[in-house]
């Protein structure tokens, strides 16, 4: 039978900019609805980063538990939850991973009908420790309101894993931006883990070439391997110009038809303005900073372009990412985007991994303990 322990380890932000410290933290009552986990692979994110240092333009009250990209098996059921999102039924030593819980009662949830938008959800990776809400502890506590997906039994931890934060925003960004068509370019700027998602997806849409702009050169690598045609190193072209150019030349002068900036650096908006085709489209994904640059506004208009937004994602979308890595997972390496695996007491070391950009997806990896 299930044996739930009374604590467990959990890497706690106690300051911002300070390293993490492992602290033993209670595991919550498992109440009617809720479900505990043991975490399996948590993924580190560019945004733990930022979050760390105490640079997002949220700044969540201290101490707070961070991770929100984790596949969990589960450990204990509450009463009465007995299915997934797509009505398979749960049962302990499930794998899951599971989405932002919005709160079904506001505007956003009901009247827009669009509850990525909800003003008052509750979130994993920022709350507090005694919560037990983020990845980056033994075990996670899953909300009764909190959307839960099985990860499809053929796939391994390191397939999966991606799908908890970049895989789903990306699928959330295209079902906004609406259809590639068929032989239409697609230029990617940024190769993160956004990026790369982005590409595969491109390349699945039937695109003609998919042309990704980013560094460093590993990661293009795999941008190749996930069916970029062409890649542009910024490191070896470091002129915004001669980019232009060199995009201007794949696409018989005209620029590509969609460009998806999964950056996060402000300037390369102004960037994809530039070469976007008349009459294109312009998918945000990266953007997090509160940092403004110089645009031409102009462009938008006489180049009749229309520009798309989207951030975060909903159940739905960690879903149709899992079936897509299970439908294309012989054709494309998704496990490579894990670049190395760290115990939980490692995880400062990780985190500056990642802001040297030694990683692509660095996770905690609890499956020993
Ligand atoms: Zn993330
Ligand atoms: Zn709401």
Redesign the pocket.
């Known amino acids: 039978m299930d044996s739930v322990p009374k604590t467990c380890k959990a890497a706690v932000l106690v300051e911002y900019g300070k390293p993490l410290e492992i602290h033993e933290v209670e595991i919550p009552e498992i109440g009617p609805g809720a479900i505990l986990v043991k975490v399996l692979l948590a ?1 580190i ?4 980063v930022h979050q760390q240092k105490g640079e997002l333009t949220i700044k969540s009250p201290l101490p707070n538990l961070q991770g ?2 984790t596949i969990g098996q589960i450990v204990k059921l509450g009463e009465g939850r007995v299915k997934d999102a797509a009505g398979e039924p749960l049962a302990v030593g499930d794998r899951i991973m599971w989405a932002h819980a919005d709160c079904g009662e506001c505007y956003w949830c009901n009247i827009a009908r669009d509850p990525v938008l909800c003003a008052r959800r509750s979130g994993y ?1 920022w709350a507090p420790p005694s919560a037990l809400r983020g990845g980056f502890a033994e075990y996670e506590y899953v909300t009764p309101a909190t959307n839960v997906v099985k990860v499809p039994e053929e796939l391994t931890e390191e397939e999966a894993v991606g799908v ?3 895989f789903r ?1 990306v699928m959330a960004g295209y079902e906004r931006l609406g259809r590639i068509g068929l032989m239409e370019d697609v230029v990617i700027q940024g190769s993160g ?1 956004i990026g790369l998602y982005s590409t595969v997806v491109a390349r699945e849409s039937g695109a003609r070439k998919v042309i990704v702009v980013g560094a460093p050169r590993n990661r293009l690598e795999l941008a190749e391997r996930w069916g970029a045609d062409y890649v542009i190193d910024i490191e070896e072209m470091p002129s915004a110009e001669d980019r232009r150019q060199r995009i201007l030349e794949l696409t018989e002068g005209r620029g590509p038809l969609n460009v998806v900036e999964a950056t996060g650096v402000p300037i390369a908006f102004a960037e994809g303005l530039e070469f976007i085709q008349k009459g294109g489209k312009y998918l945000i994904l990266g953007q997090t900073s509160a940092a403004t640059v110089p645009i031409m506004p102009s462009r938008i208009n006489e180049k009749a372009l229309t520009i798309v937004g989207s951030v975060s994602a909903h159940i739905v979308h960690f879903y149709k990412a899992l079936q897509f890595v299970k439908t294309h997972r012989h054709k494309y390496p998704f496990a490579a985007i894990v670049s190395g695996h760290y115990q939980l007491e490692e995880v400062n070391e990780a985190l500056a991994n990642m802001a040297a950009g030694r990683e692509i997806k660095p996770v905690i990896d609890n499956r020993g303990r």
């Open positions: 993924g994110c560019g945004t733990d929100h990209e990776g908890g934060c970049a925003s883990p």
